[in-house]
């Protein structure tokens, strides 16, 4: 943005897919969030949305494939609108346009105007299940992400098709979120962010384990507002089946000891820890280096206690802000304060995993962050993004606390 409090600016490119007939709501969404939005549509999405509608919404011409400003002498609209824009956003991004953009194709108004955009630009991928699974269409987005390219989505959902599968276009409050945490002011720049995140897999044999339900959503959600926000993040994940988010360094481990290796590693140069995964309390005494035959009867599981890594952490990183994750299914906000308290953090955010909707595996998410000395924080439900990016907004101002504290003391 040009100067303190002026309006953020977008360029809204809508492809031509079904999902384009959403494109009038997220502009009002964008407006209602404090948005100016200019759209521009390819020539298919004319099929699925008329550039009336967008011009009425939006309040701007809509961009389509005149290149020339009428009566502006030289003027490039496709120049002109790049150098307008704080940043892009495709939605819907359709698999064409995906490949276009990835490859520096510029054959018609929004992939020019791309082509000469310098600021963040965010892609919305919509398209059937099986078409986003296309080994040539991962391939493509495995090189946007690598450019810094943000996917905002697609998610599991029902499909024009009717059948249900990954390809839907994400929520329109997600896309929003996403713009606003991609134009908000980078906290974290010259920071440095560890995660944990995920299930920890205790092995009983080479084919069974205990563990639990965790997705690793929230913790990866996280990882990515950190990310957005300018942090050098490290996010070590229990084994899940989730992307890595842009511009993080993933470090993938299975086990509880084999995370508290990590850590120990990392934690020291960091300035925040999130341990938001799930880490088993105990495994397995021994594991058995064969498959246990259901013939030869129920095992007798000895455990013992995995290491308490979050508890570890003031003796691993004094100076970095501690934040500790509490799933629990009843007295939600009196075991968060005790671990609070026992584990020796700044900060610890709970969430009760017995409701519907938020519990383990949810897009959702509803937490309560406890500090000490302070007031709890509730946070309503709202999607796991919304809530990782309000919560790395809290760890950026306890940090920053923190450091004012520490300065002090020092005087």
Not at 56 to 74: D, T
Not at 168 to 194: K, N, Q, S, Y
Not at 352 to 376: H, K, M, Q, T, Y
Request: neutral net charge; hydrophobic residues 50%; proline residues 7%.
């Amino acid at each position: 943005m040009d100067a303190p409090g002026e309006r953020p600016r977008l360029v809204l490119g809508v492809s031509g897919g079904i999902a384009a007939y959403k494109a009038p709501e997220l502009v009002r969404r964008l407006r209602d969030a404090g948005c100016e939005v200019r759209c521009a549509l390819t020539p298919s999405a004319s099929a699925f949305v008329t550039p009336l509608a967008l011009e009425i919404v939006s309040g701007q011409p809509v961009y389509r494939e005149e290149y020339l400003a009428h009566g502006v002498r030289g003027e490039e609209l496709h120049i002109a609108a790049a150098e307008w824009a704080d940043l892009v956003l495709v939605a819907p991004a359709t698999a064409h346009s995906l490949a276009a953009l990835a490859l520096g194709l510029a054959d018609n108004f929004l992939l020019t105007t791309a082509a000469a955009f310098r600021g963040p630009l965010l892609v919305a991928p919509a398209m059937h299940a099986a078409m986003w699974e296309q080994p040539a269409n991962q391939a493509r987005v495995a090189e946007l992400r690598a450019r810094g390219v943000e996917l905002v989505g697609p998610v599991v959902g029902p499909l024009a098709s009717g059948e249900v599968g990954i390809g839907r276009m994400a929520e329109i409050p997600d896309i929003v979120t996403a713009v606003l945490a991609r134009l908000a002011p980078r906290r974290l720049a010259g920071r440095t962010v560890l995660v944990t995140a995920g299930p920890t897999h205790e092995p009983i044999d080479p084919v069974r384990f205990l563990g639990n339900r965790s997705s690793g959503k929230m913790g990866f959600a996280i990882a990515a507002a950190a990310a957005r926000h300018g942090a050098e993040v490290h996010l070590v994940a229990g084994p899940v089946a989730l992307p890595t988010p842009p511009r993080v360094r993933r470090h993938d481990v299975e086990t509880a000891v084999e995370m508290e290796r990590e850590v120990t590693r990392l934690a020291p140069a960091a300035d925040i820890v999130v341990m938001a995964a799930a880490v088993a309390d105990f495994r397995p005494a021994h594991a058995a280096p064969e498959k246990i035959k259901k013939r030869d009867g129920a095992p007798a599981l000895e455990l013992i206690a995995n290491p308490d890594i979050l508890a570890a952490l003031p003796g691993l990183a004094p100076r970095a802000l501690r934040v500790g994750f509490a799933a629990e299914t009843q007295g939600v906000e009196a075991e968060a304060k005790r671990k609070l308290e026992s584990k020796d953090a700044h900060l610890l955010v709970a969430n009760d995993v017995s409701r519907s909707g938020i519990g383990f595996g949810s897009d959702d998410n509803e937490v309560v962050v406890l500090r000490r000395g302070g007031a709890p924080v509730a946070l309503a439900k709202a999607p796991k993004s919304a809530i990782a990016e309000r919560l790395v907004e809290i760890f950026a101002d306890e940090l920053a606390e923190l450091r004012r504290e520490a300065d002090s003391s020092h005087r």
